[in-house]
């Protein structure tokens, strides 16, 4: 079984935006999982302009590395876990171990334990 991507209805590009990884010097809030970024981790910085209001987003390293192996075409900011979530239910809990070999030893197991939820 092949990786599938998860396609999300995407509520549309900023009309500009600034992306950067950043360095924690306080504790900041992951926008899709809401887990505490701690001082001295890395996260992704994504500030950008949609329909004239400016918006900042936060991802945690997990969080960015389950973005970025199964939404291949778009996502939207602060849906990221719960389309995930909803995939997996919508595969009946059948994700490629293909998929999940590829990340990190944190994004596996937040991964696994929601897959393991489902089957519950």
């Known amino acids: ?8 209805d995407c509520y549309g590009s900023p009309e500009l935006y ?14 899709e999982c809401y887990r505490t970024i701690l001082p001295k981790e890395r996260y992704e ?15 945690c390293p ?3 590395d389950i973005r970025n192996a ?3 075409e778009g996502w939207n900011f602060g849906e990221v876990m719960e389309d995930f979530k909803e995939h997996v239910a919508d595969m009946g809990g059948d994700i490629s171990e293909d998929c999940i070999v590829e990340l990190s030893p944190p994004a596996r197991d937040k991964v696994c334990g929601l897959i393991e939820q489902y089957w519950y």
């Open 18 to 31: 600034s992306k950067k990884m950043k360095t924690a010097r306080k504790c900041h809030r992951c926008n």
């Open 45 to 59: 910085y994504f500030a950008g302009k949609w329909d004239g209001v400016f918006e900042t987003y936060k991802t």
């Open 62 to 64: 997990t969080c960015l």
């Open 70 to 72: 199964f939404f291949c």
């Open 1 to 8: 079984m092949e990786c599938s991507c998860i396609m999300v």
